[in-house]
């Protein structure tokens, strides 16, 4: 029995949200649906100022349907898809989100208002995998699919019935569309708004059927993003934007050498500058994992006066371990750490006996690959707000891992989950950089100490130096074929520091200690080939610079290596690369389709003008599949990268103008890799600052394109939103190879 049966009250929000029930399908969508007549019923409770019938779905008298987002969108539409889902069923979610709900429920999803909830740390809106509340991996639509198609058809049967009750006909006799409950027989029809009072008396359904995929209106459908005309127009809200009284704006200036301490500030020029208002030390927190570094920030009325203020600051820096590190010599020591006896290795994946192969083999390769430090390098940089008052503290930004924002309430303020609020913003990308915990630390060490609202704004060359990058990493890779040119045997070493997953919950209780971030592309569930004898192991190897997040985290180099090696077996054993590859794929269909499909559109097995050629990669990730071919050309007496031809399969396509916008960026981020993607610390300095000297791909960069979405598993929905770069290094690399006979091992790769 609900608490409303019991005591005839109406609940507030946050009862509500603590309200559960299973249903049959044993998805829990967080019910609070009490028992309850029909409002017309004299007895019956007093009208609901709204129906949510779940943590998801809320419709307003007005007819109005809300969808309340528990994911951070980063610009990539997960909104839109997941609101399409419950439309189906219901019709609600983000671009992704919105098509889920949408779907069930019958409504438009550009029609649905997303919203955040009140309470990020409702327990149903926990990550399944990581524990923590958290939007990355690209695992949104994949994980909450189901789910919120759930929401979406619970809502509506719920409507349906209380449509039902007011004709006095039978639920099964009504059906939906568009917003509106009707009665064919009859011709009679209301609006969701108009059923609010009744349905949210109504006791929750023991099954609901959701809709047969051939009776879909917008999943696999949706072909354009909410918001985009406000984005275009400069008229959308970004965290930039916030506004509040006796705001100060903050810039930090952080520590020029990796690890530096701080021993003094002078802030007295600083503080002369009109508008400055305070300068303040701000502590590091080497006891948090992931936690800020030291540095100083200089508060102001205005970014341009902090910036100013900044400029004149006189700061003395602790030497530090690091002084002496240099990037460059990074490849050396990570390929020690192969062969110490200290050093910590896990295995990935091991079948069969590799190293009693290497006698036998009629050839014999081994191959280093090695990739720099990148920057992620949002379009929007970090910008958060935050003002703690009457023991509380409140967010405003785009604040992708919450979880972190309570850790740094807690750790830095003493403040509890309770008193804690997160104003939730889309930002302008991420790219694991908003996965980060300094800024959020940062940020609430100075609204404790000022009590007044601050907002912290990196600027580029801040982002460029807040030391979170992605690691430089080395794979030694090697590989035995016999006689006949068959692969017989396969090892790899894949060495880098443990990822930013030891930043999670139960990460260090794991009995196989794996690191999951760091050997994406090398386990069982997303290796592609399968010879007789395979090791593939992951070696710790820490070098003290702080690493974070990153778009595709591992599979970047692992794929790089493990693609470009596969090419180099398959010539070293007269083969061609494609066939080579599908001969050592077992029982894996689906990868094999975009493999062969890929080939023939790029035109594979055709004649090639000369100065011409094709270089193919392929990788398995986030459930789904993915194929590339490069497509390279002698210009002037150099190569240019002329097309990239990419087949992808994500099994159900939620929202195919999504999936291939995230593929064509996704491409783009895999050319930055190829060709541009270089960090460099000298001395402990990080030598570039900006885009002048850190050079990304622009559009001007990019090739033709041709990018087809498969319908590859109707079912279930996989990730895409890291998908489309892994394997565009090494198709390029692997082109490069064919076109020139010179093969490249570390990238950035030269064109000549």
Same mark, same amino acid.
């Given at each position: 029995m609900s608490l409303l049966e019991d005591s005839?009250?109406?609940? $507030?929000?946050?009862?509500?949200?603590?309200?559960?029930?299973?249903?049959?399908?044993?998805?829990?969508?967080?019910?609070?649906?009490?028992?309850?007549?029909?409002?017309?019923?004299?007895?019956?409770?007093? *009208?609901?100022?709204?129906?949510?019938?779940?943590?998801?779905?809320?419709?307003? *008298?007005?007819?109005?349907?809300?969808?309340?987002?528990?994911k951070h969108d980063s610009a990539t539409g997960t909104h839109t898809a997941l609101a399409a889902g419950a439309v189906e069923e219901f019709a609600l979610f983000g671009e992704d989100e919105a098509a889920c709900v949408a779907e069930e429920l019958d409504v438009n999803p550009m029609t649905v208002q997303v919203i955040t909830p009140e309470d990020p740390f409702f327990e149903t809106y926990i990550h399944p995998i990581w524990k923590v509340f958290s939007t990355g991996g690209s695992t949104s639509v994949s994980l909450e699919y189901d789910r919120l198609r759930m929401a979406g058809a619970t809502a509506r049967a719920l409507l349906i019935t209380a449509a039902a009750r007011q004709w006095k006909v039978s639920p099964d006799s009504c059906s939906t569309e568009e917003g509106r409950v009707v009665h064919p027989a009859t011709k009679r029809s209301l609006g969701y708004g108009e059923l609010v009072g009744v349905a949210a008396h109504l006791p929750a359904p023991d099954k609901v059927t959701l809709k047969d995929p051939s009776q879909f209106k917008y999943i696999g459908k949706l072909r354009h993003k909410r918001d985009a005309a406000a984005k275009v127009c400069g008229q959308f809200r970004y965290s930039i934007d916030v506004q509040l009284?006796?705001?100060?704006?903050?810039?930090?200036?952080?520590? *020029?050498?990796?690890?530096?301490?701080?021993?003094?500030?002078?802030?007295?020029?600083?503080?002369?500058?009109?508008?400055?208002?305070?300068?303040?030390?701000?502590?590091?927190?080497?006891?948090?994992?992931?936690?800020?570094?030291?540095?100083?920030?200089?508060?102001?009325?205005?970014?341009?006066?902090?910036?100013?203020?900044?400029?004149?600051?006189?700061?003395?820096?602790?030497?530090?371990?690091?002084?002496g590190f240099d990037s460059d010599q990074?490849?050396?020591?990570?390929?020690?750490?192969?062969?110490?006896?200290?050093?910590?290795?896990?295995?990935?994946?091991?079948?069969?006996?590799?190293?009693?192969?290497?006698?036998?083999?009629?050839?014999?390769?081994?191959?280093?690959?090695?990739? $720099?430090?990148?920057?992620?390098? *949002?379009?929007?940089?970090?910008?958060?707000?935050?003002?703690?008052?009457?023991?509380?503290?409140?967010?405003?930004?785009?604040v992708q891992v919450p979880s972190s924002a309570l850790e740094a309430a807690r750790t830095v303020c003493g403040i509890d989950q309770a008193n804690v609020t997160i104003h939730e913003l889309v930002s302008g990308g991420s790219f694991g950089a908003r996965e980060a915990k300094y800024w959020l630390f940062e940020v609430a060490y100075l609204a404790q100490k000022t009590a007044v609202p601050v907002k912290l704004l990196n600027s580029r060359e801040d982002e460029m130096h807040a030391l979170f990058y992605h690691p430089a990493t080395l794979n030694r890779i090697k590989g035995a074929l016999?006689?006949?040119?068959?692969?017989?045997?396969?090892?790899?070493?894949?060495?880098?520091?443990?990822?930013?997953?030891?930043?999670?919950?139960?990460?260090?209780?794991?009995?196989?200690?794996?690191?999951?971030?760091?050997?994406?592309?090398?386990?069982?569930?997303?290796?592609?080939?399968?010879?007789?004898?395979?090791?593939?192991?992951?070696?710790?190897?820490?070098?003290?610079?702080?690493?974070?997040?990153?778009?595709?985290?591992?599979?970047? $180099?692992?794929?790089?290596?493990?693609?470009?090696?596969?090419?180099?077996?398959?010539?070293?054993?007269?083969?061609?690369?494609?066939?080579?590859?599908?001969?050592?794929?077992?029982?894996?269909?689906?990868?094999?389709?975009?493999?062969?499909?890929?080939?023939?559109?790029?035109?594979?097995?055709?004649?090639?003008?000369?100065?011409?050629?094709?270089?193919i990669a392929t990788n398995q990730g986030y459930t789904s599949f993915i194929a590339v071919v490069a497509r390279v050309t002698t210009v002037d007496g150099k190569a240019r990268v002329e097309k990239l031809t990419c087949v992808v399969d994500c099994g159900l396509a939620v929202s195919p103008g999504g999936v291939e916008e995230q593929i064509y960026g996704g491409l783009m981020w895999g050319l930055g890799h190829a060709l541009f993607d270089k960090l460099d610390i000298k001395q402990g300095r990080v030598v570039q600052s900006n885009f002048h000297d850190y050079r990304v791909a622009r559009m001007s960069d990019m090739p033709a394109t041709d990018i087809v979405v498969l319908d590859g598993e109707p079912s279930k929905p996989g990730g895409v939103g890291e998908l489309g770069s892994p394997s565009v290094v090494p198709a390029i690399a692997n082109a490069l190879f064919a076109l020139t006979g010179v093969r490249q091992r570390s990238t950035p790769l030269s064109l000549g």
């Open positions: 005839g009250a109406e609940l $507030p929000r946050r009862v509500f949200l603590k309200q559960a029930v299973t249903v049959a399908s044993g998805l829990a969508i967080a019910l609070y649906l009490p028992s309850g007549m029909a409002a017309t019923d004299p007895k019956a409770p007093a *009208p609901a100022s709204e129906f949510e019938p779940n943590a998801w779905v809320r419709v307003l *008298p007005d007819g109005t349907v809300k969808l309340v987002v528990h009284p006796g705001m100060l704006v903050a810039v930090i200036q952080r520590a *020029p050498v990796v690890g530096a301490k701080v021993v003094s500030v002078g802030s007295a020029a600083a503080l002369r500058v009109p508008g400055v208002r305070k300068v303040i030390a701000i502590p590091g927190r080497p006891d948090v994992l992931g936690g800020n570094l030291e540095g100083v920030a200089v508060l102001a009325d205005t970014y341009w006066a902090a910036q100013e203020g900044r400029k004149l600051l006189e700061i003395q820096w602790s030497d530090s371990v690091l002084a990074l490849f050396s020591a990570q390929a020690k750490a192969i062969g110490d006896p200290q050093s910590q290795v896990v295995n990935a994946m091991t079948t069969g006996d590799v190293a009693g192969q290497w006698a036998g083999a009629a050839q014999l390769l081994e191959a280093d690959y090695t990739m $720099p430090y990148k920057v992620q390098n *949002p379009l929007e940089p970090i910008c958060i707000t935050a003002q703690v008052k009457d023991k509380a503290i409140t967010y405003w930004g785009g016999d006689a006949q040119g068959n692969l017989t045997a396969l090892q790899l070493h894949a060495v880098s520091p443990a990822s930013p997953e030891q930043w999670e919950p139960g990460y260090f209780q794991r009995p196989d200690h794996m690191d999951y971030s760091t050997t994406e592309a090398i386990t069982a569930w997303d290796f592609a080939y399968r010879p007789p004898h395979l090791q593939l192991n992951w070696v710790k190897h820490e070098s003290n610079v702080p690493s974070g997040w990153y778009r595709s985290v591992s599979f970047i $180099p692992n794929v790089f290596a493990v693609e470009s090696f596969m090419d180099e077996l398959a010539h070293a054993a007269g083969a061609d690369p494609l066939a080579f590859r599908l001969a050592n794929m077992q029982e894996r269909p689906r990868h094999v389709a975009v493999l062969k499909q890929a080939a023939e559109r790029a035109g594979w097995d055709q004649p090639l003008p000369p100065g011409t050629a094709l270089g």
